[in-house]
């Protein structure tokens, strides 16, 4: 099933190079990494709200949206899904405590 992650992945560093109007992705592109941030937040937001209200349907719909637009942030660094999942495979059977502790900058 991640193999989806893999698939859309590369179809969003594809977009990258695609004219502005041909797609929705490459518009957000063209418009620059400060739209795709506000993409992201506005998906957050609207994940938060699901959540709030306890529809679960709706709940996954918005957390599509927010990966979605999550990935699209990754392809623009020039990141891939499998680089998040590499990291999540990294902390598997970490405590959680411990891997905040273990950052070089601690929030």
Do not use: C, Q
Not at 8 to 27: C, F, H, P
Not at 40 to 69: C, P, Q, R, S
Request: proline share 1%; net charge negative; no cysteine.
């Amino acid at each position: 099933m991640n193999d989806i992650l893999d698939r859309l992945g590369a179809i969003l560093i594809a977009r990258k190079s695609a004219a502005a109007d041909s797609s929705y992705v490459a518009s957000l592109y063209a418009k620059g990494l400060d739209s795709i941030l506000k993409k992201i937040a506005e998906e957050a937001a609207e994940t938060i709200m699901a959540a709030k209200d306890g529809d679960n349907e709706k709940i996954v719909y918005e957390m599509a949206d927010l990966w979605f637009h999550g990935m699209i942030l990754l392809a623009d660094r020039g990141l891939s899904p499998r680089d998040v999942l590499n990291e999540l495979v990294r902390r598997e059977g970490i405590s959680g405590h411990s891997e905040k502790a273990s950052r070089k900058d601690v929030t």
